[in-house]
């Protein structure tokens, strides 16, 4: 089946330090990769939408400058968070949309990485 | 802006059957789905639904009506691996048809 693949899994970091987080597809490709974020007991609130090629498309209240977001390749969306503070502590999670006919994931279409645990000290 | 409203935990026993409920309200709507998420994990697909009516997936059914912007998952033969959070979540019919999640609901399974 399709799968996604995020990395890391868990990450601590430096108040004011950036982290990379990656998502890829490994069998299918991407024209859409989505990013949420997750507070403890919360929903998954989407935070942007990257298409390979073009800008992200960030929700109203995420600050683009801070939550940066490449898709550089069918197959590789990262967002890096800069200056990290406290309040970005969180689980942070992607899912992916294949283009018809290459490998679809779930019968309507999204496939999730495994989530990445931020903590930020 | 767009609303997807749970009831934020439901308890039943081993055995049993339990449904939980989603309205929705979105600006636009291509389909409604179910994801289940253990603590610490990342969701997992159960159903959709794109069209009014029941769709049953072994012990997991969802159903949709359209008209009433409501939607519910009902799990059969409940086991104690069933407990975990429940989302559902719309597709949008606009930009890149984004997936947007409802508030969960945490089911706890007791024997």
């Known amino acids: 089946g399709a799968v996604v693949s995020q990395h890391p899994s868990r990450v601590i970091c430096k108040s004011g330090t950036s982290v990379k987080i990656e998502c890829r597809s490994l069998?299918?490709?991407?024209?859409?990769m989505f990013w949420y974020r997750q507070f403890p007991k919360q929903s998954l609130m989407l935070m942007a939408t990257?298409?390979?090629?073009?800008?992200?498309?960030?929700e109203q209240g995420v600050e683009k400058d801070k939550f940066l977001i490449n898709h550089a390749s069918l197959t590789l969306s990262t967002l890096t968070v800069t200056s990290a503070h406290p309040e970005d502590s969180s689980f942070y999670i992607c899912?992916?949309?294949?283009?018809?006919?290459?490998?679809?994931?779930?019968?309507?279409?999204?496939?999730f990485g495994s989530g990445t645990r931020l903590t930020v000290v | 802006g767009q609303s997807l409203e749970q009831p934020s935990e439901v308890t039943a026993v081993e055995g049993a059957i339990v449904q939980i409920n989603c309205t929705y309200q979105?600006?636009?709507?291509?389909?409604l789905s179910w994801y289940q998420q253990h603590d610490g994990g990342a969701p997992t697909f159960l159903s959709y639904?794109?069209?009014?009516g029941l769709e049953e997936t072994g012990r997991f059914s969802s159903f949709l009506s359209r008209s009433d912007s409501y939607g519910y998952l009902l799990l059969q033969e409940l086991q104690m691996k069933d407990s975990a959070s429940y989302f559902c979540?719309?597709?949008?019919?606009?930009?890149?048809?984004?997936?947007?999640f409802g508030t969960g609901t945490r089911l706890l399974v007791s024997p």
């Open positions: 899912s992916a949309r294949a283009i018809p006919g290459t490998g679809g994931p779930s019968p309507h279409g999204y496939t």
């Open positions: 069998d299918f490709q991407a024209t859409t």
């Open positions: 990257s298409n390979e090629g073009s800008k992200a498309t960030y």
């Open positions: 979105t600006s636009g709507f291509y389909g």
């Open positions: 639904n794109a069209l009014d």
């Open positions: 979540a719309v597709t949008m019919n606009t930009g890149f048809q984004k997936l947007v």
